[in-house]
């Protein structure tokens, strides 16, 4: 697997219709058709019109099940880190991430898997992409512009970092989980926080909000509750 993703923002209204012309535009242009594809049992996948698209494509369906990571887990584990990344895009920058999710996937594609030994782009290019740092070498700043050039280049910077330490982040959660701690007074604590529908947390709404707050330091032992 060369854990190669791609990040394609689509709207809420979209119908099965959208879903199957998006993934003609996006995917077969550039890839052809496959064999199979793993989807979740979201009802845009198992409507009769999606079935009968793919069966004119001849590609299998194949549907996850609930609470069996094995089937999905990769998806599911990128889908985190995107999520991940995109929350600390819109609290570093301030703006729509729409609009520069291409820059995202970018970063994501182009830095070092641990899993895979190497960087996603490596597998098909056999080689890491250039960085918008070699537009300089081509001349295309002349055109660009140099203010464009240099916010992407900043963009690209901080989303590697992000990255990171989202990766390291993932592998430091695996472990806690595999053990329990115990915490103490005056320890430094952060606190976690759940999205909730329509609820605005530090300017953003749902999953893109943070999901810690602080540190706090914990103050006192009150009825063996800290």
């Known amino acids: 697997m060369t854990k190669l993703a791609y990040f394609i923002p689509i709207k809420v209204s979209y119908w099965v219709e959208d879903y199957a012309k998006l993934n003609f535009k996006e995917m077969v242009r550039l890839h052809g058709v496959p064999l199979s594809i793993i989807s979740d049992r979201g ?36 889908i985190q880190t995107l999520e991940d990344m995109l929350r600390a ?17 970018f970063a994501y594609n182009n830095s070092y898997h641990s899993s895979i030994g190497m960087a996603p782009f490596e597998s098909p290019y056999r080689r890491m992409c250039r960085y918008p740092i070699g537009w300089f070498e081509v001349g295309e700043v002349a055109w660009i512009g140099l203010e464009f050039v240099h916010e992407a280049m900043e963009k690209v910077r901080i989303i590697r ?24 007074v005056d320890d430094w604590v952060y606190l976690k926080i759940s999205p909730m529908k329509g609820v605005m947390r530090f300017g953003k709404k749902g999953k893109l909000s943070p999901r810690y707050v602080g540190p706090y330091r914990i103050l006192m032992n009150w009825q063996g509750r800290l």
Not at 61 to 76: E, I, M, R, W
Not at 93 to 105: A, E, Q, R, T, Y
Not at 171 to 184: D, I, L, P, Q
Request: include cysteine; charged fraction near 30%.
């Open 43 to 78: 009802t845009q996948f198992t409507s009769q019109f999606w079935k009968s698209f793919k069966k004119g494509f001849g590609t299998r369906v194949k549907l996850s099940t609930t609470f069996h990571p094995k089937t999905d887990g990769q998806s599911k584990c990128t």
């Open 161 to 184: 970092e992000r990255l990171k330490m989202t990766q390291r982040r993932q592998k430091s959660y695996a472990y806690v989980r595999s053990r329990e701690f115990e915490f103490e």
């Open 89 to 105: 895009y819109v609290i570093d920058f301030k703006g729509s991430w729409d609009d520069n999710l291409p820059l995202i996937m």
